[in-house]
């Protein structure tokens, strides 16, 4: 997952000196979002222990080995970790693509392969075209399990800037497709917001939620809902090469949320 570490100027992705590219570039976009949504048509999942936040910005030109790791205490006292490594790239100035391998240890199990994840982030508008920058994320996992099918995530992504405050807010539906019982897609967001004062540590939080079946919410005691601060920093490296990194404590605010989880993101960009 690439974060763009933007100043209160922004500037616009190179590549787009025309208005006629412009046009003809989002319709390439706008094209490519449909074609992936045809090809997703449903089992009820959680967000994982190391879910993370996605986000519309893509780096041109830039390349990742992306780490996620997360460990959540539940209410029955059990606890259960998730794991992820992947490595991603910039194939446009408006496509990021990734895939990784996801481990997993669920409450009074070994930890092991869980699935592959091929994920997909498409940047609809300018940067700093709009109030909001605005993006597509796409991900497509294979678990292991094949009962589990496919499953599909997909939805837009929101970003936009108030001074020193970056705030993100996304809503993704999520379902199973070919998977051994069928069951209804799910209603997912994610909200962040964060204090950009200096690259090598800012601070915010972070926000993950499931309203349940996406055409009828779950009443407000079974939704989930955990939410916490959050850290954030980045390490250059060189002209082209950082560490970036993202932390945060999150709390379960109902009975269908973990007590707390702790999760951790971190990329290798050159």
């Known amino acids: 997952m690439i974060v763009c570490n933007r100043t209160s100027g922004r500037k616009p992705m190179s590549g787009r000196a025309t208005c006629h590219w412009a046009i003809s570039n ?20 959680y967000a994982e222990p190391n879910d993370y936040m996605r986000t519309p910005i893509v780096e041109y030109g830039e390349r990742e080995i992306d780490f996620k790791s997360g460990q959540q205490y539940n209410r029955d006292g059990r606890s259960e970790s998730a794991n992820s490594i992947g490595f991603g790239f910039t194939p446009t100035s408006w496509w990021f693509t990734e895939l990784y391998a996801k481990y997993a240890k669920p409450p009074g199990e070994s930890n092991g392969f869980d699935a592959w994840e091929w994920e997909n982030r498409v940047q609809l508008t300018e940067t700093g075209q ?116 993202n932390t945060a404590i999150l709390v379960g605010t109902t009975n269908a949320t973990p007590n707390y989880t702790l999760r951790l993101q971190a990329e290798y960009e050159f």
Not at 28 to 37: K, N, Q, Y
């Open 26 to 45: 989002g319709s390439i976009r706008f094209g490519m979002v449909a074609g992936l949504l045809s090809a997703s048509a449903a089992a009820p999942v």
């Open 130 to 245: 709009y109030p909001v920058d605005t993006g597509f994320l796409l991900e497509i996992e294979r678990p292991k399990n094949r009962d589990e099918g496919y499953q599909f995530t997909y939805g837009p992504m929101f970003q936009s800037e108030w001074g020193k405050i970056q705030g993100n807010f996304n809503v993704f539906l999520q379902k199973n497709i070919k998977a051994a019982e069928s069951l209804e897609a799910e209603l997912h967001y994610q909200v962040q917001l964060k204090y950009r004062d200096s690259q090598k540590l800012e601070w915010g939080a972070q926000a993950f939620g499931n309203l349940g079946r996406w055409d009828h919410w779950n009443a407000a005691s079974e939704r989930e809902l955990k939410i916490g601060p959050a850290l954030f920093g980045k390490v250059r490296m060189g002209i082209k090469k950082a560490v970036t990194w």
